[in-house]
C-alpha cells in the first residue's frame, strides 16, 4: 500500500444526493491533491492543498467542494452532481506541494452518478 | 502549453516477452520526468523518477530512457509477466508553476 487510504472504493448517487469521499495519509506529508481521472483522459488536477490552505482550485465546479481538516485528512464533499461527474477520484500526497517531491496516490474512488 | 504524448495507445504481447513504450514531452521548463503504473480500479503507483541529467534509470524488470535534447522517453520492460498487464502513464514535471502534465497512458495487457 503507498501510505494514502481512500474510502469509499465504490460510490453510486443519484444527481440530488449529498456524499463526502474521504482521504487519509500516514506520510506525514504536507501537501494533497483531488485528481480526476476520467476514461481515455490524462489525470486532472482539481484542488490542492499545502499545510491545510488550499493553493490551486483548477476551475472546478462548485458542486466539488474540498476539505482540508488537518495535514492528513482531506475530503471530498459532492453534491447535485452530473452524469458526466462519474470517474475514478484519486487522492495524492507528496512531501512539499508541486511535483518536486515524490507523490503517492490512493486507491480512487469509483464514482457513478445515475 | 505542456503536452505529454504516449505511444501506442495499447499493447498485447506474449508473456516473458519485452516492450517499450514512448513517451514525448512539451513540458517548459523541465524539471523531471516520471512514469507511474496504475493496475485497473487502483491508484497510479510510481517507478521511475528522472531529472534532466539522468539518461535512464532502472527498477526491476523495468528500465527508462530520457533523452532531454529531443523531449523524449521510453519504458522498457523486461520478460513480461502476467502482473505487468495496467495502463503506464508517462508524467512531465515543469518546476515553473510546479505542475505535473499527465500523459493518457498505454494500456498493456500481457497474455499467456
Known amino acids: 500500500e503507498t501510505g494514502v487510504t481512500q474510502t469509499p472504493r465504490h460510490l453510486v448517487m443519484g444527481m440530488t444526493n449529498k456524499k463526502s469521499l474521504k482521504c487519509e495519509q500516514h506520510?506525514?506529508?504536507?501537501?494533497m491533491y483531488w485528481y480526476k481521472q476520467s476514461a481515455k483522459k490524462p489525470l486532472e488536477l482539481m484542488f490542492v492543498?499545502?499545510?491545510?490552505?488550499?493553493?490551486e482550485n483548477n476551475s472546478v465546479p462548485s458542486r466539488f467542494s474540498p476539505e482540508c481538516p488537518n495535514s492528513s485528512h482531506l475530503f471530498l464533499h459532492l453534491h447535485t452532481l452530473q452524469p458526466e461527474d462519474s470517474a475514478l477520484y484519486l487522492c495524492?500526497?507528496?512531501?512539499?506541494?508541486?511535483?518536486?517531491?515524490?507523490?503517492?496516490f490512493g486507491q480512487g474512488t469509483r464514482l457513478t452518478v445515475v | 502549453k505542456n503536452q505529454v504524448e504516449q505511444s501506442p495507445q495499447s499493447l498485447i504481447i506474449l508473456e516473458g516477452k519485452n516492450c517499450t513504450l514512448q513517451?514525448?514531452?512539451?513540458?517548459?521548463?523541465?524539471?523531471?520526468l516520471r512514469w507511474y503504473k496504475q493496475d485497473t480500479g487502483r491508484g497510479p503507483v510510481s517507478l521511475t523518477i528522472?531529472?534532466?541529467?539522468?539518461n535512464t534509470k532502472s527498477n526491476g524488470r523495468y528500465t527508462a530512457t530520457l533523452d532531454a535534447d529531443t523531449k523524449q522517453s521510453s519504458l522498457h520492460i523486461t520478460a513480461s509477466q502476467l502482473s505487468d498487464s495496467a495502463s503506464y502513464i508517462c508524467?512531465?514535471?515543469?518546476?515553473?508553476?510546479?505542475?505535473?502534465?499527465f500523459g493518457t497512458g498505454t494500456q498493456l495487457k500481457v497474455e499467456l
Open positions: 495524492a500526497s507528496s512531501q512539499d506541494e508541486g511535483g518536486a517531491t515524490e507523490a503517492f
Open positions: 513517451c514525448n514531452y512539451t513540458v517548459s521548463p523541465f524539471s523531471n
Open positions: 506520510l506525514g506529508h504536507n501537501a
Open positions: 528522472m531529472t534532466f541529467s539522468e
Open positions: 492543498y499545502n499545510f491545510k490552505e488550499q493553493t
Open positions: 508524467v512531465g514535471f515543469t518546476g515553473g508553476g510546479n505542475k505535473l502534465t
